[in-house]
C-alpha cells in the first residue's frame, strides 16, 4: 500500500519537556591562535534556533499542525528570546517562568558548517514545584491529539508517571524521547523512541541483530508499551509493536551535514502524523523521511510537507514503461527535486538508423 501524507493540519500535539535555546555563531577559520594552539574564528553571523523540547515543537508547526508547547524558563533575554521565536512559528508557548533562574542556552561556534566548540549554559529544573506546569497540562490536555514528552534530563519530567496517567485516562497517545538509565518511569506510555546508545544504556549490549530484537521486545512487553521505535543512526530505525512483528527502515539521508536535533524531528513528525489518524507503521516512514530531510541542513532544523512529497518521491521504486498521468506527474517533480534534465523525445524507433541517434545524441 502506499504511503500517504496525512492532513497535518487536523493534528495537535502537546509537548512537554526541557526548553533551550540554542545560539550559534558562524565564520572563517583561516589562521591558529598565537595565545594557544586552537583556530580562530571570525565570526560574521549569529543566529538563534529552539532547541530541546522547543525544536519539538518547531518541527510540529513546520507541517502546519498545531502545537502547545510546555516548560520552564528564567527571567531573562534567553527566555524571552526562545519565546518569540516560537510564537513567530506559530507555537502555543503556555512557558513557566522561573525567577532568579537562568534558561537553558548552548552555544556553537561554526566554521565550514563544523562545530569548532559548543559551551552550555544551564542548571536543571529538578527543585522546581510542577503543580504550576501539571495545571496548564490538565487544561490542554482535552484539545490535543497526541502528547509528547521531551525528556533531556535537565528536570522538568521529574514525574512522567503523573502525565503519563492523565493522558491514559483521556485516551490521549503519549510518546516519549527518553533519558538516562531508568525507563520504568516511562511505564504504560504509547510510545519511546530510543536511539542505539540509550537503549544499550538499560537493557545492555547485544552481540548479533538478534540478541538487538529480543531485549528490545522484551524491554517493550516489561514497560506496557503499545510500541518502541529504536532509531540506528546510519542504519534507519525499528518499530517493535505490540502483536505484531518488527518493522525496520534503512535511513533516507542522501547527505548527512549535522544530526543535531534528528531525534526531535523523529519524534515531532511522528507525533503529528499520529494526530492526524496515521498509524504507527506509516507514522514511522514519514518520520524516517524528515529526519533523512533534516540532517542533510546545519544546526537544528525541520522539515515541511513539501520537502516530505519531495522525499518520497525520491525514494519510491522509479516506474519505467506505459504509465499513468498522474504517474507522469509523480515522476517529473521527482526528477525536479533531484535537479535532474528531462528530455521528451517522441517517434517511431522499432528500426534504429543514425538519425534517430544522432536525435538521441543531441536530447542526452
Known sequence: MK????DFSAASVL????????????????????????????????????????????????????????????????GAQLRQVLQETGVDCRFSVLEGQRT???????????????????????KAAHKDLLEKYHELLDSCGAVILSDYGKGTLA??????????????????????????KYRGASLITPNEAELQAVVGRWRSEQEFNDKAAHLREQL?????????SERGMVLFQDGGESVALPTQAREVFDVTGAGDTVIGVFAAAI??????????????LAAGVVVGKIGTATASVEELQQAMLQHEPLRRGVVSEAELSDTLLRA???????????????????????YLSSAA
Open 159 to 184: 514525574d512522567p508517571q503523573a502525565l503519563i496517567a492523565l493522558a491514559r485516562e483521556q485516551a490521549v497517545p503519549v510518546l516519549v524521547d527518553p533519558k538516562g538509565a531508568d525507563f520504568s
Open 104 to 126: 537553558i542556552s548552548k552555544l556553537r561556534v561554526l566554521s565550514r558548517n563544523q562545530q569548532l566548540i559548543r559551551l552550555d549554559f544551564e542548571k536543571g529544573f529538578e
Open 15 to 78: 509537548v512537554v519537556g526541557d526548553l533551550m535555546l540554542d545560539r550559534y555563531w558562524t565564520g572563517p577559520t583561516a589562521r591558529i591562535s598565537p595565545e594557544a594552539p586552537v583556530p580562530v574564528t571570525r565570526v560574521d553571523e549569529e543566529f538563534e534556533r529552539p532547541g530541546g523540547a522547543g525544536n519539538v515543537a518547531l518541527n510540529i508547526s513546520a507541517l502546519c499542525s498545531q502545537a502547545a508547547l510546555l516548560g520552564y524558563v528564567g527571567d531573562d533575554p534567553e
Open 3 to 6: 504511503l500517504r501524507i496525512p
Open 275 to 288: 494526530a492526524a489518524g496515521s498509524g504507527f507503521a506509516d507514522a514511522m516512514q514519514l518520520a524516517n
Open 336 to 358: 525536479k527535486a533531484s535537479r535532474e534534465r528531462i528530455v521528451m523525445t517522441n517517434g517511431c524507433f522499432d528500426i534504429l538508423h543514425a538519425g534517430h541517434v544522432a
Open 224 to 232: 506496557q508499551l503499545q510500541a518502541l521505535l529504536v532509531t540506528r
